[in-house]
């Protein structure tokens, strides 16, 4: 059984469209994050949520919203994409917010053309 | 910023061979944890080592922690293909931050 699961894996979508990725987990965690990795394989936290509670949130443009729905579930809506946020996205999850061994997803590479 | 930058960048080795790879961040922490990436897919993680700790193995891995010298080392022995990936050491305990990874191409 997949502990993390990310759809969709790929992502190829035109300038200024809005596109969600989609993150559960079936570890009973309560903390979820998101990462961006970019091309040089700099990993960078976007959002944790823990709970359902935002706990994390980084410099991260408003057109990145994240969305918790319930514990087991964090979704990333992306406005207006533009050429930059062409990335590899990754969700997490970990038991506790606080120096906790994480859980990657596979991934979703988003390509923006 | 990242707060932790791992050495050397890239590392091709044959079979059988150990692997060892250096890690060194900026400020005082409570745990340092290392991960792999394979090509492809998401990082897993492979040792956690608390401040307290100097060594510590899991199977064919073994870490050191130098607080003193702010740095840790992750080797690989006995090397195999499959152990071709890109490892990461991070820290942090509310959030993580990575370093730019250590490659790692075994060569069969």
């Known amino acids: 059984d997949t502990a993390v699961s990310q759809t969709p894996k790929y992502l190829v979508t035109q300038m200024g469209n809005d596109k969600s990725i989609k993150c559960e987990q079936n570890l009973g965690h309560d903390t979820m994050y998101w990462y961006k990795q970019d091309s040089k394989k700099f990993l960078k936290i976007m959002f944790s949520?823990?709970?359902?509670?935002?706990?994390i949130n980084e410099t991260v443009p408003n057109r990145f919203s994240p969305k918790s729905p319930d514990k087991a579930h964090l979704n990333l809506h992306i406005n207006s994409l533009e050429l930059g946020d062409s990335a590899v996205y990754f969700c997490?999850?970990?038991?506790?917010?606080?120096?906790?061994?994480?859980?990657f997803g596979p991934g979703t590479r988003l390509t923006v053309l | 910023s990242q707060q932790g930058e791992e050495d050397p960048q890239a590392l091709s080795i044959q079979e059988g061979e150990n692997a060892t790879m250096n890690c060194s961040y900026k400020?005082?922490?409570?745990?340092l944890q290392w991960y792999r990436q394979n090509s492809g897919r998401g990082l897993v993680h492979l040792i956690l080592i608390r401040s307290n700790e100097r060594e510590k193995h899991s199977g064919r891995l073994r870490v050191t922690l130098d607080t003193s010298k702010k740095s840790s080392s992750l080797l690989i022995t006995a090397s195999r293909a499959a152990d071709t990936a890109s490892y990461f050491c991070?820290?942090?305990?509310?959030?993580?931050?990575f370093g730019a990874g250590t490659t790692v191409t075994v060569r069969a």
């Open positions: 997490a999850s970990s038991q506790v917010p606080t120096g906790d061994t994480q859980y």
């Open positions: 400020t005082s922490i409570n745990n």
């Open positions: 991070a820290t942090g305990d509310y959030k993580l931050s």
């Open positions: 949520y823990n709970n359902k509670e935002l706990i």
